[in-house]
């Protein structure tokens, strides 16, 4: 039903500029993360690192993230998300060049840090701006944006697999890096020049405004708080299963299994099309099943999907778990961190994410010290463990609100 007067309708040339804009930024953040990713295997052999000790190098990724997380809420809400938003994304287009220039784990592990902050922020900011974007147009969108993050996953991925037998790492990185100025350039000007205005409270569904309001009690506003956090946890769950797969999923199938490169880079690619076709169907999939049915059949599909390929004895039926993990921990994320934001705002999706990306903080040393003692395949089977956790804590909390 069309607006008048100084209502936006949905389907407001602007907000479709802002949109895409915004679907640009998120595949630009997986574009860039992918490309660093597929390139950890010739990264570990060149800086001579164990297992272990590639372990804690990317544990500076997630920590980074994890630091810059908690103060760009605050960030968002002083500048805007959108500001901020365009400076991550420059940062981490030059950050990716720092990489493949070190020569020892302790120094992979120091730039990693660099690296992860500037992911790390880049990722509230978007997810912030995409919040009130998908107030915006009045629809559940949030997976669609989290389908171009697969997207330009994808993209690298399958670039990275290309480049891989051709160029160094260096060279590869290098070259991504004015990539992805160009592209935050083009897009960030749009994005800092349109206008994004939230839907009336006359049109919104009173059964949907579940977040803080003005004159909560202080027992509303710690329930509304305890709610973020259980999404949080899901996000966490999930954050964990999605960085073992970039992170150790092309070392499982290089070392493990006796794939190439090219067949390593396509490990991480078969998981990003996964998701990426999970999360293309995601509004259709959340408006037909809701939230709490498409968090659980995600979970438990990720476990299945982890499981095999974990634990398969060849390359292609690895390459068809890891597909079917993806399939399964598409919307998981984009959810938890869509009502986070619903809920509490930049503070929410914060919140949410700095929870979410603290499974990356404690997956990839988790998973090379047990790679270490027990085999990187039995490893891997955590995430199996983490998914169906997620699927468990989402039926728990099925018929929780976070106050009136």
């Known amino acids: 039903m069309a607006l008048t007067?100084?209502?936006?309708?949905?389907?407001?040339?602007?907000?479709?500029?802002?949109r895409v804009a915004l679907t640009t930024f998120f595949a630009l953040d997986g574009f860039i993360f992918a490309g660093w990713v597929v390139r950890i295997?010739?990264?570990?052999?060149?800086?001579?690192?164990?297992?272990?000790?590639?372990?804690?190098?990317?544990?500076?990724?997630?920590?980074?993230?994890?630091?810059?997380?908690?103060?760009?809420?605050?960030?968002c809400r002083r500048f805007g998300s959108r500001r901020i938003t365009?400076?991550?994304?420059?940062?981490?287009?030059?950050?990716?060049?720092?990489?493949?220039?070190?020569?020892?784990?302790?120094?992979?592990?120091?730039?990693?840090?660099?690296?992860?902050?500037a992911y790390g922020g880049m990722n509230v900011a978007i997810n912030s701006v995409a919040v009130d974007l998908v107030a915006a147009l009045r629809r559940p969108v949030m997976s669609g944006f989290h389908a171009a993050y697969s997207l330009g996953g994808l993209l690298?991925?399958?670039?990275?697999?290309?480049?891989?037998?051709?160029?160094?790492?260096?060279?590869?990185?290098?070259?991504?890096?004015?990539?992805?100025?160009?592209?935050a350039a083009v897009a960030g000007r749009t994005l800092l020049t349109g206008r994004i205005t939230a839907p009336p409270d006359d049109r919104q569904d009173p059964s949907a405004v579940v977040g803080p309001v003005a004159g909560e009690t202080a027992p509303a506003v710690r329930r509304t708080g305890l709610v973020v956090a259980v999404f949080g946890l899901i996000a966490l769950c999930t954050?964990?299963?999605?960085?073992?797969?970039?992170e150790w999923g092309p070392l499982h199938i290089q070392e493990d299994l006796g794939g190439g490169?090219?067949?390593?880079?396509?490990?991480?690619?078969?998981?990003?099309?996964?998701?990426?076709?999970?999360?293309l169907s995601g509004t259709a999939l959340l408006e037909r099943l809701g939230q709490t049915r498409?968090?659980?059949?995600?979970?438990l599909t990720a476990a299945a999907g982890m499981l095999l390929g974990a634990l398969a004895p060849s390359v292609w039926m690895a390459l068809a778990g890891f597909a079917v993990t993806g399939l399964g921990l598409a919307n998981l994320f984009p959810i938890a961190i869509a009502r986070a934001g619903e809920l509490a705002g930049p503070s929410g999706v914060a919140a949410a994410s700095t929870l979410g990306y603290s499974g990356m903080l404690l997956g990839p040393p988790s998973i090379g010290f047990l790679a270490d003692a027990v085999g990187l395949p039995t490893a891997l089977t955590t995430v199996a463990v983490l998914a169906a956790t997620a699927s468990a804590i989402a039926y728990a909390v099925r018929n929780t609100r976070p106050g009136p």
């Open 239 to 246: 954050a964990y299963g999605e960085g073992a797969l970039a």
């Open 86 to 117: 365009v400076v991550t994304g420059v940062l981490m287009s030059l950050s990716i060049a720092l990489p493949p220039l070190t020569h020892s784990a302790l120094a992979l592990g120091l730039v990693l840090l660099v690296f992860g902050a």
């Open 41 to 75: 295997p010739a990264i570990k052999a060149q800086v001579g690192a164990s297992a272990s000790e590639l372990g804690l190098a990317l544990l500076g990724v997630s920590a980074g993230a994890v630091a810059t997380m908690v103060l760009t809420g605050g960030l």
């Open 156 to 183: 690298g991925a399958a670039l990275g697999g290309v480049l891989a037998p051709h160029l160094s790492p260096t060279t590869h990185l290098l070259l991504l890096a004015p990539v992805g100025l160009l592209v």
């Open 294 to 299: 498409a968090l659980v059949l995600g979970g």
């Open 261 to 279: 490169q090219g067949i390593a880079a396509a490990g991480y690619a078969a998981v990003a099309l996964a998701m990426a076709l999970g999360r």
């Open 5 to 18: 007067g100084s209502r936006r309708s949905p389907t407001d040339p602007s907000l479709s500029r802002l």
